[in-house]
């Protein structure tokens, strides 16, 4: 059973501007942890302020548990929870302040809930009297995730929940998730780090509004089309043009201290020419090795090659 349905959602902001979203489609199921991957200015914000009542869509209709984000908004508004990418909790009250604060607008306790967010609640429990403005990102991003689950929400919308934190919290932040998936509850994260959609069961890439592909993140890399290849050299940053100029090249592009290199059709011969087409123009120090394309490469591609 489907849990969050989108079929043909068009959003614009701006008359005569590229629209924020574009005839965008896909489901997720009931107890699924789902990525929206992608760069800001994707249109990840924009749907999930739609899936959560927030902004009415130009085209198109969606569901959330069965319900739908026009008629039915009040209860939608009951049974999801909501973290946005700015931490939006009221920053001089206290953590615990806050928490009760949320609870009482559900029609709950911290108490009712309490075995969902414990795990959670706990690393903040001893800043519990602290202001919420004063607490570290990694905090912050605790207690929004704690509100956010306080009256059990069937569905979590959680828009960038990472960004701006330390790598250990990120991490912590994961393990957490996993933990909440095995409560039941349904998952939509939404990020701009290409490292993350592996944590994800399916993801949808996304970019300038449209959706460039669905499926699970082993299933998108297994798709990517021909071999890819690393191209290291003591001055990747000189490399860079003159392996673009390359006749055979089909994509080039800066990987950290390599560049990512695949021809525009696999030959064993191509490698080989490439390193001599190199050396020819002054680079005598460079290594070519095949390697296994990530979500970041598969979307580069998909940009490229859209269908």
């Given at each position: 059973m489907d849990t969050v349905v989108l079929e043909n959602i068009s959003k614009s902001y701006i008359k005569d501007a590229p629209p924020a979203l574009e005839n965008v489609s896909f489901s997720v199921k009931?107890?699924?942890?789902?990525?929206?991957?992608?760069?800001?200015?994707?249109?990840?914000?924009?749907?999930?302020?739609?899936?959560t009542t927030l902004l009415l869509s130009d085209a198109g209709k969606?569901?959330?548990?069965?319900?739908?984000?026009?008629?039915?908004?009040?209860?939608?508004?009951?049974?999801?929870?909501?973290?946005?990418?700015?931490?939006?909790?009221?920053?001089?009250?206290?953590?615990?302040?806050?928490l009760n604060f949320f609870a009482t607008l559900f029609g709950t306790t911290i108490a009712e809930n309490y075995a969902l967010i414990k795990d959670i609640y706990e690393q903040i429990a001893p800043f519990k009297d602290r202001r919420a403005g004063k607490l570290s990102g990694g905090m912050k991003q605790k207690l929004a995730l704690s509100c956010a689950l306080v009256h059990r929400p069937e569905v979590l919308f959680l828009d960038e929940p990472t960004t701006g934190v330390d790598a250990v919290s990120r991490q912590e932040f994961w393990d957490m998730l996993k933990r909440l998936k095995n409560e039941g509850i349904t998952i939509v994260v939404s990020t701009p780090y290409m490292d993350e959609a592996s944590l994800c069961e399916r993801i949808a890439l996304i970019q300038t509004g449209h959706i460039l592909s669905i499926?699970?993140?082993?299933?998108?890399?297994?798709?990517?089309?021909?071999?890819l290849y690393a191209l290291r050299s003591p001055k990747v940053h000189l490399l860079l043009p003159d392996t673009r100029s390359y006749e055979g090249i089909r994509q080039c592009y800066a990987a950290g201290e390599k560049l990512h290199v695949a021809f525009q059709e696999d030959g064993k011969d191509h490698p080989a020419q490439l390193l001599t087409y190199l050396k020819n123009k002054g680079h005598q120090t460079v290594d070519i090795k095949e390697i296994r394309p990530d979500i970041e490469d598969c979307f580069i591609e998909k940009l490229s090659n859209p269908k």
């Open positions: 009931k107890g699924e942890l789902f990525g929206l991957i992608g760069p800001d200015g994707a249109g990840k914000s924009t749907i999930f302020r739609i899936l969606a569901t959330v548990a069965g319900y739908d984000v026009v008629k039915d908004f009040h209860q939608i508004r009951s049974c999801v929870g909501y973290m946005p990418g700015k931490f939006s909790l009221y920053q001089d009250l206290t953590v615990e302040e806050n499926d699970t993140p082993d299933n998108i890399v297994a798709a990517y089309p021909g071999k």
